[in-house]
Structure formats: structure tokens, C-alpha cells
């Protein structure tokens, strides 16, 4: 019995040695990337043009929620505490920003809130509208502050930041000439928000909101402000009422058949197939916008 036992703990004993040793080829290893967070898909592919080829970026409101309402997993938190740049908008819109970046505990962490030195335009909320990003303009600016906070978390890096941001600084400009020819064939430049997400781009583009449904995200209007709302559009001659994927369009839907105005989808946020890159997304948008007013 005793020479049983005997055998089985070596055999144990070699079992576990050989899985430890497995289990430690499976590790994934250090690539020597720097690790970024970013807070909205935006910024994160802002962030991957800019360290392409030095950093590591993961996103942590995912495709389809809203980052006015999502709520960080602790699993985001851990991540937080091994980054070395938090990429934020600022502007309120990350309002866990503060608590998680305490809970973080990393003394190394850079934050950039890449609103800062931009015109704010005012929110209906009486906040400033955090919205930025939807202008290209404002993007070209947000992407030299990620490039900036790179250098400095990753000094010997700056070559490499400097060229990759000069590059897509190109692409951005070449967008926002895209944006500019299209919208000045469109018939009709007065839309409906369902939320106020694109002051920035209507002020760049020269577009009107005549109304807005939703002015504080999760708060739905009453039926006698929906009334007032539909004779409100019907007077100013609204092209179309813009309403997102990250939210319920049950509202919009019904002011839309009431108005007889067509309802569009905009997506300000992407990260989802066909819309993963910036350039990708606000093309996407001004195709929808194109299919409604021009």
C-alpha cells in the first residue's frame, strides 16, 4: 500500500511539474507595448493611429453602450492599474473618470482629457456638450494631445508618434474636405438631435437642430412635450430627425411618423464592423445624413 502511494505522489508530483510547465509556455508574454485605455471607441482608434507600433489599446465603454450611463467592470479597473495613459474626452462625459482612476492606485498613470484648449459649446444640460470628436477639426487637435502624453510616457518613442500623427493629421484634413463638398450639395440642412451629439459637426458644417428629443441622456420627454415638439418641427421644415443606435429610437420613431420627417440612424461612437475606424464612422454618417438631405 505504501509503495502505491508512493508511486502516485511522484506521479503527481511529475503531472504538475509537467502542466505547470505548460501552463507557463501559454502565458501570453510581454510584447513591450505600452498599454493604453481609452474611454469611447473614438478615442481609441484615435490613440491607435498615433502609437501604431508602440502601444497596446484597449477601449473600455464597448460598441453599442452608452458612456453617458456604462459602468467600469473590475476587470477594466485591474487594466487601469498596468496603463500607463488614460485617453478621456473630459467634459463630465466619463463620469466614473475620478473614482477609477483613484481605485487605480498608479502613480505612473498620464491622463489626458483630450477636450482641453478646444471651444466648448454649451450642452442643454447647462454642462458643456462633450461631444467633440464628431468634428474632425476638433479630432486633429484631441489626436496631438494623445501624441503628446505617448512622448511623454514613452520618451524614446516621440519619432515614431510625431511621424504616425503628421500622417493621419492628413487623413483628418482630407475628411473634413470630403465633409465640406458633400454637405453643399445637401437641399435641406435643419435636422432633429435625439440627443445632442452633433452641435460640434452642425456648427463646423453649417447645419441647423431645430430640436432636440432627448437634451438629457435617459430622460425621456412627456407626451404633452412630444405634442409640442411635432409642431415645433413641422413649423421649421426639419430635413430629418437623427436618432442612434446606442439608445432607444421608440420616441423618435414617433415623431417621425407624426412629422412625416425620415428617421436616420447616426452612430457616434462605432467600434462595430464597417464603422471599427474614425474615418470609417463619420463616413458612414455622412452617408446616412446624405440619404435624408440631400
Known amino acids: 500500500m505504501r509503495k502505491f502511494v508512493a508511486i502516485f505522489l511522484i506521479l503527481a508530483m511529475v503531472t504538475t511539474g509537467f502542466l ?25 482608434d484615435f490613440a491607435r493611429e498615433v502609437g501604431r507600433g508602440r502601444v497596446r489599446v484597449k ?34 462625459l466619463e463620469f466614473w473618470a475620478d473614482k477609477a482612476i483613484s481605485a487605480a492606485n498608479n502613480p505612473n498613470l498620464i491622463v489626458v482629457k483630450t477636450s482641453e484648449g478646444l471651444q466648448i459649446l454649451q450642452g442643454d444640460n447647462g454642462r458643456g456638450n462633450p461631444h467633440v470628436w464628431l ?15 505617448f512622448i511623454k510616457a514613452d520618451p524614446e518613442g516621440k519619432e515614431v508618434y510625431q511621424e504616425n500623427t503628421e500622417r493621419y493629421i492628413e487623413q483628418l484634413k482630407d475628411l473634413d474636405q470630403e465633409i465640406r463638398v458633400t454637405v453643399s450639395h445637401f437641399s435641406s440642412r435643419k435636422y432633429v438631435a435625439f440627443h445632442p451629439a452633433w452641435a460640434y459637426f452642425a456648427k463646423r458644417y453649417g447645419l441647423q437642430r431645430v430640436a432636440v428629443i432627448e437634451p438629457i441622456p435617459g430622460k425621456e420627454p412627456s407626451p404633452s412635450e412630444i405634442l409640442k415638439m411635432v409642431k415645433e418641427i413641422k413649423a421649421a421644415g426639419a430635413g430629418a ?21 425620415k428617421l436616420v440612424v447616426l452612430d457616434p461612437l462605432g467600434g462595430v464592423p464597417g464603422r471599427e475606424t474614425y474615418i470609417d464612422l463619420m463616413r458612414y454618417n455622412l452617408s446616412q445624413m446624405e440619404k435624408a438631405l440631400k
Open 241 to 261: 430627425i437623427f436618432a442612434e443606435p446606442q439608445t432607444s429610437s421608440k420616441v423618435a420613431q414617433v415623431i417621425s411618423v407624426e412629422t412625416g420627417i
Open 20 to 44: 505547470s510547465g505548460c501552463s507557463k509556455k501559454a502565458e501570453p508574454q510581454d510584447s513591450g507595448e505600452m498599454l493604453v485605455m481609452a474611454s469611447i471607441p473614438p478615442l481609441g
Open 59 to 92: 477601449v473600455l465603454v464597448p460598441p453599442g453602450a452608452s458612456p453617458h450611463t456604462y459602468e467600469l467592470k473590475p476587470s477594466q479597473l485591474k487594466d487601469l492599474r498596468h496603463a500607463r495613459v488614460l485617453v478621456l474626452v473630459g467634459l463630465g
Open 135 to 149: 468634428d474632425p477639426i476638433n479630432a486633429i487637435h484631441m489626436v496631438e494631445l494623445i501624441r503628446d502624453a
